[in-house]
């Protein structure tokens, strides 16, 4: 385990000249993580395109069962796996629009709660900043637990009868679908 470490991003054509700055330094327990970084940046994108294609297949049949919970997804589905929950769970999961963003697309989130009224409430937004990718699908991730695994898991009904849960799983819209759509290089 190291304890004074840093991890450095540098460019291929820089390497041999940082390399001997750090020795002539007199730094020499260097360790290369990642020798390729576009190579790992290129598989992720064909990982992604590969899970987004499947994506598109399974909420063609409307299924929660097919809606792929460790992939990214679009907004527009996004938004069809939230309209499929509220219409399949109508007593526990209600969206809501808050309003439209500058690109015209609603900006929506879900109400999760049980019948009890006068409850505090939790509210989580996502996806605040467009290429965090993993928060969008975090929420989704919680939204899933909350919603399924009411009446069937003690715990998450404790949290559902004592919360109403406000959930926005993408306060960015715009960017987020300008992040999945426009290539980024490093």
Do not use: C
């Amino acid at each position: 385990m190291y304890r004074n470490h840093a991890d450095v991003l540098v460019a291929p054509e820089f390497l041999d000249p940082f390399l001997a700055l750090l020795r002539m330094r007199g730094i020499n327990d260097i360790h290369i993580v990642v020798n390729d970084i576009q190579k790992e940046i290129d598989r992720e994108r064909r990982d992604l395109a590969y899970a987004m294609k499947r994506s598109r297949r399974s909420m063609r049949d409307n299924s929660l069962a097919n809606f792929n919970l460790i992939a990214y997804h679009r907004y527009d589905k996004i938004v069809k796996y939230l309209e499929m929950l509220s219409r399949l769970y109508p007593d526990l999961a209600e969206i809501f629009n808050i309003t439209k963003t500058y690109e015209d697309r609603n900006l929506i989130g879900i109400k999760i709660g049980s019948q009890v009224s006068y409850k505090p409430a939790v509210f989580i937004d996502a996806g605040v900043h467009a290429r965090e990718w993993i928060a969008p699908a975090t929420a989704l991730y919680i939204i899933n637990k909350l919603v399924t695994e009411y009446a069937k898991n003690p715990d998450i009904t404790d949290m559902v009868d004592k919360f109403d849960w406000y959930i926005v799983p993408v306060a960015n819209p715009d960017g987020y679908e300008y992040s999945m759509t426009t290539v980024h290089e490093l």
